[in-house]
T-cell receptor
């Protein structure tokens, strides 16, 4: 079955630093990757959609200069949280899809704590 | 970003009982729906899906019902087990070129032994 690997599973960083999260589709080519953020006891909130080789599409209210998304290949997308602050502490989850009409495979998530 | 709801309803059931988890979706143009199970600290796990040309689909111990008239989705779990305890989310594909999957509020299912 389709597998998505997300790394790291948890990270602690100092306020003002940047953190990169990787999302890899291991056994399929992901035309589209999605990035979600989830706060405790809340739902998954879609942050952005990225298609291989093109700029990501950000949801309303998500700062594109703060959450940099790169989807340079059909198997890898990265999310970089720049100049992280404590309010950026959250659970970040990626998802990959082969395309419209196909399913979605989720990564295991990354717990980011900014101190 | 898009999401629905800021609180987490809870459904408490006895082991062996049937559970019904409900979800209201927002977009009448959505044509694909998925139920996910999420355990603490983990990513969502696929349970069952249904397309808009169907109103019912069954899996192992689970059934999804879709009522497009009132934009309502439900997940039925038969003979609920302690291992079913988790948060359950419905998600809708809003169609179009972006293929976005938007999650509902979520329901915490607590199975009492």
């Amino acid at each position: 079955g389709a597998v998505v690997s997300q790394h790291p599973s948890w990270v602690i960083c100092k306020s003002g630093t940047s953190v990169k999260i990787e999302c890899r589709s291991l056994d399929f080519q992901a035309t589209t990757m999605f990035w979600y953020r989830q706060f405790p006891k809340q739902s998954l909130m879609l942050m952005a959609t990225s298609n291989e080789g093109s700029k990501a599409t950000y949801e309303q209210g998500v700062e594109k200069d703060k959450f940099l998304i790169n989807h340079a290949s059909l198997t890898l997308s990265t999310l970089t949280v720049t100049s992280a602050h404590p309010e950026d502490s959250s659970f970040y989850i990626c998802s990959a899809s082969r395309g419209a009409g196909d399913g979605y495979t989720f990564g295991s998530g990354t717990r980011l704590t900014v101190v | 970003g898009e999401s629905v709801g800021l609180h987490l309803p809870t459904l408490s059931v006895q082991e062996g009982d049937n559970s019904i988890i409900n979800c209201a979706y927002s977009n009448s143009a959505s044509d694909y729906f998925i139920w996910y199970k999420q355990e603490s600290g983990k990513g969502p796990q696929f349970i069952i899906d249904i397309r808009s040309n169907m109103d019912k689909r069954q899996g192992q111990r689970v059934t999804v019902l879709l009522n497009k008239t009132v934009k309502h989705l439900s997940l039925q779990i038969a003979a609920t087990q302690p291992g079913d305890s988790a948060v359950y989310f419905c998600a809708e594909n809003k169609g179009g070129a972006t293929n976005k999957l938007i999650f509902g509020t979520g329901t915490l299912l607590a199975v009492q032994p």
